[in-house]
């Protein structure tokens, strides 16, 4: 079951300087708006950004964490999505203020003589960042496998083509060919010394998870931020939630959650990922079909509450308690 987090301190910064990485992959270097020094933080690390939009979204840092002069996202552009990444790319520019939480991390780098990394598209944000701060360390013992579309979609190339990365690292495209997939089960098939990092779309993971089973416990680790969670779709409908204490009754368009109407309705709600994947946003629903649409909820826990950063109503009405 879902546990609630504490309410995050957000820190004042600036944009730095903001250029596209790739194609569709946008990168933005965030600095203290008013001179202090930023904090250190553990490779793997992430923030969540209020976007000019007033959602809140979950951003790996890019940077070794030692001593960082900024703090760097690399985000990618999503058309289709929900809104967040269109706000970051299109509204913010450099010398404009933001939003960012202290640095939280679900994706420790444990200490090992040997790492083995796989990456699927933008999932190499928070494994950008342990090479970094591997090779800043003098550690050498480690190997990537980074999974892209094509070339041109492919985040920190040349970096990672370059010396000394270059003998560590496989980059592949499949060009959208399941046929032209990458065959990762010879790095599997043995169980090996190496400590395993995957982050990347759900497919990649779950492959990736089905070949190491017979790995020892605790040396595969996972970073799902969720991008997959569909918070709207074309069949949506409008509906109404009621307050089970106070009796008010809020509709919910069709283009919009739950989460995003209470607060322009200036309810102060609590939220982190908004993505249903951190359970920070969880309200008690206390009657109505819920159309769970988080990954955070078990199935007998969904009678009992709801993530109301993605999922909606079943039917016309649910009454919740917030």
Known sequence: ???????????????????????????????????????DYSPGSHVTVVTPSGA????????????????????KYEAAGRGASQSMVNDLAEGDPVQVSEPENNFELISSGEYLFVAGGIGITPVISMLRFL?????????????TRDVEGTAFRDELQSAPLANRVTLHHDGGDPDQAYDLWPHFESPGKSQVYCCGPRPLMEEVGDMTGHWRQGSIHFEDFASDVDAHREDDHSFTIVNADSGERVEIPADATILETLRSRGHEMRSSCESGTCGA???????????????????????????VCVSRAADDELTLRW
């Open 56 to 75: 809140r979204r979950q951003y790996s840092l890019c940077g070794s964490g030692v001593d960082p002069e900024v703090w760097e996202l690399a985000i």
């Open 281 to 307: 946003c969880r309200l008690e629903l206390v009657s109505g079909r819920a159309d769970h649409r988080d990954i955070v909820l078990e199935e007998r826990d969904q009678e009992r509450y709801i993530m």
């Open 1 to 39: 079951m879902a546990t609630e987090r504490p309410d995050e301190t957000f820190l004042p910064l600036s944009v730095a300087e903001t250029s596209e990485l790739a194609s569709g992959i946008w990168r933005f270097r965030l600095k203290p708006a008013d001179g202090e020094k930023l904090p």
């Open 135 to 147: 090779q800043q360390s003098g550690h050498d013992g480690f190997q990537l496998i980074y999974l």
